[in-house]
């Protein structure tokens, strides 16, 4: 029979109840014709492309033409698109993490948090803005010729003057006072500026005229706000964060009108409400092989969940060392070059995320897949499991499990002409305790026709509490279509 390895992750608060966990895979679905409706394959590695000498973390990643900008440790760098990389200028930033940029075609506009600076392509020229109260800047987007900025801890909206935005007066001022929470982020998205409040969020447009331009979107207000100034992510032609509202927060949204629709699971939900602090969360997004994905990562919780647009399904990704997971070494994004950059929230390691590579800069990768053993509508108790089995009629007390075989690719081998492992463990009480790891080959170069398979897998009493797990670490193409179950009821 069938076991239902596909799917997306999900562990619940109990896992007896649901204990599907995916690190490093993410599913892609076949149209008809296609052996199975889906298929798991492996996250992108990582692979080295420019380390930078201040150190790390990197904290943000802008392209603009021909250039890739970075900063990295409090300074501001530039990457040519052979990864040659060169120092610009050396930024006061009020601590390593994330910093805000945005460009207006031919200056960078870098929000530092109580201070900002610009950076002018033309003139190769990095300065402070040192304006007579100017205010600071938290994030910073760009939208109609201006620079529309907020200071964190106000209800203040500010804005540049008029393209090419070297003014910044702090006259030019709007206040988002239709609710008292005090404003988080600014992004702008299809000629409108988003103003993410704590526990709200407002649309505003231009609307000419003298002075401060811009103005809310009369009926544009809505009741859900954002938990993280760098959540905000745009993506898939909309809006992505990670929300709060008055009743609490956690819940990951997008934009869809003025509205926020929920996108995360109850699963992912609980597991960000059980962090210590979600304020910190970071998102960006990136398009891969047709593959939309927002990627969300928590520093304090040490996890990245990753939803994929195109599929609307949850994975996790992570960085595997010391025998755990934590979360992914990607703490900003860029697509520049053609290629998808990330940096290293750790150092000045540079990246490109590279979906034929499968290693983390030479590091392993590991993968990881556990899932229940039946369907949910399947049991040792019900008419359908019994029949499946040939034995109607008959409670059975055991299930003896013969053998679990993995429909993957198989043959892709290792470099040194040798075969990668997979290793299986399984528990028989929801996923509480686990058995002994047992390693299968998935064969040598080649071997196209190697059986990934595990015998004499033990008997459980409680068959809708076996799950089974599988993973992996050598560097190798991981796909994989399905896993076929041979199991039969005992009367003992």
Same mark, same amino acid.
């Given at each position: 029979?069938?076991?239902?390895?596909?799917?997306? $992750?999900?562990?619940?608060?109990?896992?007896?109840?649901?204990?599907?966990?995916?690190?490093?895979?993410?599913? *892609? +679905? &076949?149209?008809?014709?296609?052996?199975?409706?889906?298929?798991?394959?492996?996250?992108?590695?990582?692979?080295l492309k420019v380390t930078f000498g201040a150190g790390g973390p990197i904290q943000a990643l802008h392209a603009l033409g021909n250039w890739l900008y970075v900063v990295a440790h409090g300074t501001l760098y530039k990457v040519?698109?052979?990864?040659? /990389?060169?120092? =610009?200028?050396?930024?006061?930033?009020?601590?390593?993490?994330?910093?805000?940029?945005a460009d207006n075609g031919q200056s960078l506009f870098i929000a530092c948090g109580s201070t900002a600076w610009v950076y002018n392509t033309v003139t190769s020229v990095l300065s402070q803005i040192t304006t007579? /109260? +100017?205010?600071?800047?938290?994030?910073?987007? +760009?939208?109609?010729?201006?620079? &529309?900025?907020?200071?964190?801890?106000?209800?203040?909206?500010?804005?540049? %003057?008029?393209?090419?935005?070297?003014?910044?007066?702090?006259?030019?001022?709007?206040?988002?006072?239709?609710?008292? %929470?005090?404003? &988080?982020?600014?992004?702008?998205?299809?000629? *409108?500026?988003?103003? +993410?409040?704590?526990?709200?969020?407002? &649309?505003?447009?231009n609307q000419g005229g003298t002075g401060f331009p811009f103005s809310v979107i009369q009926g544009s207000t809505n009741e859900i706000g954002c938990a993280a100034a760098f959540s905000v992510t745009k993506l898939d032609?909309?809006?992505?964060?990670?929300?709060? %509202? =008055?009743?609490?927060? /956690?819940?990951?949204?997008?934009?869809?009108?003025?509205a926020g629709e929920r996108v995360s699971t109850h699963a992912v939900?609980?597991?960000?409400?059980?962090?210590? $602090?979600?304020?910190?969360?970071i998102g960006y997004g990136y398009q891969q092989d047709g593959h939309t994905f927002y990627v969300l990562t928590f520093p304090s919780g040490n996890a990245t969940w990753v939803y994929d647009v195109s599929t609307g399904m949850w994975h996790e990704r992570g960085n595997f060392s010391a025998g755990v997971f934590g979360r992914h070494l990607g703490n900003c994004h860029a697509f520049f070059n053609g290629l998808n950059y990330v940096g290293d929230y750790q150092n000045g390691n540079l990246y490109v995320l590279d979906s034929t590579v499968y290693q983390d800069n030479g590091a392993i990768q590991k993968w990881l897949r556990s899932w229940r053993a039946l369907p949910t509508d399947q049991d040792d108790l019900s008419r359908a499991f019994r029949k499946n089995l040939g034995i109607p009629g008959v409670d059975f007390k055991r299930t003896a499990h013969h053998s679990l075989q993995l429909d993957c690719e198989s043959g892709v081998g290792l470099s040194d002409g040798?075969?990668?492992?997979?290793?299986?463990?399984?528990?028989?009480?929801?996923?509480?305790?686990?058995?002994? *790891?047992?390693?299968a080959s998935m064969g040598a170069v080649g071997n196209y026709g190697q059986r990934v398979i595990w015998r004499?897998? /033990?008997?459980?009493?409680?068959?809708?509490?076996?799950?089974y797990e599988v993973s992996g670490t050598d560097a190798v193409k991981i796909a994989i279509i399905g896993a076929e179950l041979q199991l039969s009821g005992t009367d003992a």
């Open positions: 029979m069938k076991t239902p390895i596909l799917g997306q $992750t999900y562990v619940a608060r109990s896992v007896n109840a649901a204990a599907s966990r995916m690190v490093n895979l993410f599913p *892609e +679905f &076949v149209p008809d014709g296609g052996k199975e409706p889906a298929f798991l394959m492996r996250a992108p590695g990582l692979t040519d698109k052979n990864n040659s /990389g060169s120092q =610009i200028g050396v930024l006061t930033v009020d601590n390593l993490g994330p910093v805000s940029i007579s /109260g +100017f205010p600071g800047a938290s994030t910073v987007t +760009f939208m109609d010729g201006y620079f &529309v900025y907020n200071v964190a801890g106000t209800v203040d909206v500010y804005s540049t %003057d008029y393209f090419p935005a070297t003014g910044y007066d702090a006259a030019m001022v709007g206040a988002a006072l239709a609710t008292s %929470d005090n404003v &988080v982020a600014v992004k702008a998205d299809h000629d *409108e500026i988003w103003v +993410f409040k704590e526990r709200s969020t407002q &649309v505003w447009y032609n909309t809006l992505f964060w990670l929300g709060r %509202d =008055i009743n609490g927060q /956690g819940i990951v949204y997008r934009a869809n009108g003025y939900e609980w597991h960000i409400q059980s962090y210590s $602090t979600i304020s910190d969360a040798t075969s990668p492992q997979v290793m299986l463990r399984w528990s028989d009480d929801g996923g509480h305790t686990w058995s002994q *790891e047992h390693w004499r897998l /033990g008997m459980t009493r409680k068959i809708r509490d076996r799950v």
